[in-house]
């Protein structure tokens, strides 16, 4: 072998082994940004729920909230703020409430890439997402339902109001 075979096998080697690292660095970002989605749509949805609770407690209806938005979740304790800032997307929350009877029946959380990098990357990750969703541009909206009330204070609810009479 000459001087040139073994540079050009070592320079080969050195090569291979930067796509490795490179491809194992990828797939770590992967699983934590997927990680990092996974938490933040559970942990807002989480809170929403927790929010809807408390205002049901204290105003014994099934109602949109007041104050709804990210701030006022983490401001009340129900979300973590590190969930909200350290997403790399813009969060919003909304509720939808029934016409007739101002009943909560669903919530929103809303994700907004700053990039198109960003909106793809946003739009792969939710394919994961079980349940209902749409994207449009740079923007993810994932909608839940809104369970109503069970077992006995199902018994004590009032349809046409969306309050419960205890």
């Not at 909304?94 to 990098?117: C, D, E, F, P, W």
């Not at 204070?153 to 309050?163: G, K, N, V």
Request: glycine share 6%; aromatic share 6%.
């Amino acid at each position: 072998m000459n001087l040139t075979s073994l540079t050009l096998a070592s320079t080969l080697r050195t090569l291979a082994m930067l796509g490795v690292v490179t491809g194992l660095l990828l797939a770590y970002n992967g699983a934590r940004e997927k990680a990092l989605f996974e938490r933040t749509v559970s942990g807002v949805m989480q809170a929403m729920d927790e929010q809807i609770r408390s205002e049901t407690e204290r105003t014994n209806c099934l109602h949109v909230p007041i104050d709804n938005n990210i701030k006022t979740l983490v401001s009340e304790g129900w979300l973590e703020a590190s969930i909200r800032d350290n997403s790399p997307w813009t969060l919003d929350i909304a509720y939808q409430a029934s016409r007739n009877s101002g009943r909560v029946i669903g919530k929103h959380l809303t994700l907004t890439a700053h990039s198109s990098q960003e909106a793809t990357r946003l739009k792969e990750l939710a394919q994961t997402v079980i349940g209902s969703w749409q994207f449009q541009g740079r923007t993810l909206k994932i909608l839940e339902v809104v369970k109503g009330p069970t077992d006995v204070s199902r018994m004590e609810f009032d349809p046409a109001t969306a309050c419960f009479a205890w």
